[in-house]
T-cell receptor
């Protein structure tokens, strides 16, 4: 079992819709959770982090964390074609290691 | 600050040759991470440093890979001998203090092709 799992996609949504990206992790001691966005041929860049159960909103992005279910998600409201990218979930466990999932490719079509 | 700087950006080498990848972290960042990205495996953590000391290299094939951080502003990842399966994009990332909500900043990556 991989430490951080994501559906590789692609997830295709129409412009203006809500995109929902999901991630599960195996280490119950994990403390911090990150969502990175990676455009094709570019390096990952941080979108959001969350470390408490519940929701955290930042503009069109909402991160959701459920530690009991070992589940973290990212919602993108009013999706735009410019949101088309690979979204990487990353988890920081009991050590300082930052472990990434394989990413979900999102396609937003006009 | 110019961000994390990696060199070279692209490297093509023949199987069996030695390859050295270089990274300059953001000044003041204590943590440095080396990742390898492939389509199949995604971003794999190879090794990371805290204050120039190796903290965890369990993801690194030790028979052919070696990583060093001789000073706070420079790190290398060496592959000797290189093999076609090493072809990937190698990212270096740095972070000031890896707790809770601290962001890791990535370099532009080195695309390695071993033929």
């Amino acid at each position: 079992q991989k430490e951080v799992e994501q559906n590789s996609g692609p997830l295709s949504v129409p412009e203006g819709a809500i995109a929902s990206l999901n991630c599960t992790y195996s280490d119950r001691g994990s403390q911090s959770f990150f969502w990175y966005r990676q455009y094709s041929g570019k390096s990952p860049e941080l979108i959001m982090f969350i470390y408490s159960n519940g929701d955290k909103e930042d503009g069109r992005f909402t991160a959701q964390l459920n530690k009991a279910s070992q589940y973290v998600s990212l919602l993108i409201r009013d999706s735009q074609p410019s949101d088309s990218a690979t979204y990487l979930c990353a988890v920081n466990g009991n050590t300082d290691k930052l472990i990434f999932g394989t990413g979900t490719r999102l396609q937003v079509f006009p | 600050d110019a961000g994390v700087i990696q060199s070279p950006r692209h490297e093509v080498t023949e199987m069996g040759q030695e390859v050295t990848l270089r990274c300059k972290p953001i000044s003041g960042h204590d943590y440095l991470f080396w990742y390898r990205q492939t389509m199949m495996q995604g971003l794999e953590l190879l090794v990371y440093f805290n204050n120039k000391a190796v903290m965890d290299d369990s993801g690194m094939p030790k028979d052919r890979f070696s990583a060093k951080m001789p000073n706070a502003s420079f790190s290398t990842l060496k592959i000797q001998p290189s093999e076609p399966r090493d072809s990937a994009v190698y990212f270096c990332a740095s972070s000031p203090l890896f707790q809770m909500n601290t962001e890791a900043f990535f370099g532009q990556g080195t695309r390695l092709t071993v033929v």
